[in-house]
């Protein structure tokens, strides 16, 4: 228990120092990735898959 206290602190000292400025940052990068048009690509092959698999998986 102490551990994830401690963990849970130094997460946010850290998170903290880095600041809105480092958040908006990542927000950005990350709205950027999910724009690309080959991540979309493979987030398509994903759902599919899965779909796959759950559909096999309620007939049995």
């Known amino acids: 228990m102490f551990r994830l ?3 849970a602190a130094l997460g946010y000292v850290l998170g903290a120092r880095a600041g809105r400025e480092r958040f908006e940052q990542i927000k ?3 709205a950027a990735a999910a724009d690309n048009p080959a991540v979309q690509g ?4 994903v ?8 559909n096999g998986t309620r007939r049995r």
């Open 42 to 45: 493979a987030a398509g092959v």
């Open 47 to 54: 759902r599919a898959k899965v779909g796959e698999l759950l």
């Open 5 to 7: 206290i401690l963990g």
């Open 28 to 30: 950005r990068l990350s």
